[in-house]
């Protein structure tokens, strides 16, 4: 694993039962780097990401982050190595700010838990270093009048706004975002690709984000995307060239 990459995968493998949801899956994320992941419905995408977060246990295939073998660490562990991740669906506390959901600590991340989330007593210490936190990743989203609305009255974009801005709190080396703009208007789910892009250029962090619209997200400014297709990758490549990819045409953009 050269000192750049932040990511590999290697022919990772997960079978549900009878079922093989992801059969054949390897990439390398480096660090700096802005990547799509793609593929139709059910091809694999959430589960791959659910094994790379340790949510999952593999059937077989190796996963290292940071030059560290993670394919059997639990998920808190693999958080503290600086991944953090969204879900596909948004869970966000509706009964609180915007800027207090911000505060939730983390630890629960991986399987939210408002109580033991709210009454965990390590999280106090924290709490300025938190709220600073807080507002600069809604500053970084450019949203900071967001603070003080209930969660309960954004609109499906702005909670996934929220969201993100959650992954954002203590500073992580990889984001893992699972499709973030899924029913989001089309220009703020362009400026939520756009202030990706800056936070990636600003801070050196790596993101991996799930989307399923190949038009979209080939106009998007990411570096590369992975292309998947019934639980295998079809191709890795930047935008031009999956643009340009026979295989990618015959099976997502019709010709
Ligand atoms: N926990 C599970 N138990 C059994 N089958 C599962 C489980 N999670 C996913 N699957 C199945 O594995 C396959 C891949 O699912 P996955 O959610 O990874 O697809 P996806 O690419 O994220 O799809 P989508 O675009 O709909 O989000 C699907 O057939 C799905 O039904
Ligand atoms: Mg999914």
Redesign the pocket.
């Known amino acids: 694993m050269s000192e750049d990459t932040v990511l590999k995968v290697n022919k990772l493998k997960?079978e549900?039962?009878g079922?093989?949801?992801?059969k054949d899956v390897s990439f390398e994320i480096k660090s700096g780097e802005f990547v799509g992941l793609i593929?139709?419905?059910?091809?694999?995408?959430?589960?791959?990401?659910?094994c790379i977060s340790g949510l999952?246990k593999q059937t077989s295939g190796e996963i290292e982050a940071f030059s560290t073998d993670i394919s059997h660490m639990r998920p808190d562990q693999i958080q503290k190595l600086g991944f953090t991740r969204t879900f596909?669906h948004t869970r966000l506390w509706r009964q609180m700010t915007v800027i207090e959901n911000l505060m939730v600590p983390p630890r629960k991340q991986y399987s939210p838990n408002i109580l033991t989330s709210l009454f965990m007593p390590k999280s106090r210490p924290n709490e300025k270093t938190r709220l600073s936190n807080a507002y600069d990743a809604l500053d970084q989203l450019e949203v900071p009048h967001m603070a003080h609305n209930l969660a309960s009255e954004l609109s499906g974009g702005q909670s996934k706004l929220v969201d993100i801005g959650r992954s954002l709190m203590g500073d992580p080396k990889l984001l893992l975002l699972?499709?973030p703009v899924?029913g989001v208007a089309g220009p703020l789910a362009m400026k939520i690709f756009n202030n990706l892009r800056r936070i990636v250029d600003e801070t050196g962090i790596s993101i991996l984000i799930?989307e399923?619209n190949m038009d979209f997200i080939l106009r998007q400014g990411v570096d590369r995307i992975i292309v998947?297709n019934e639980?295998e990758v079809l191709m890795v490549g930047t935008p031009d060239e999956v643009r340009n990819n026979r295989e990618v045409i015959e099976a997502y953009l019709g010709e």
């Not at 079922?19 to 992801?22: E, K, P, S």
């Not at 593929?39 to 659910?50: A, E, L, M, Q």
């Open positions: 997960k549900f039962g079922l093989v949801a992801v593929g139709p419905n059910g091809c694999g995408k959430s589960t791959t990401f659910n999952l596909q699972d499709e899924a799930i399923h998947m639980g």
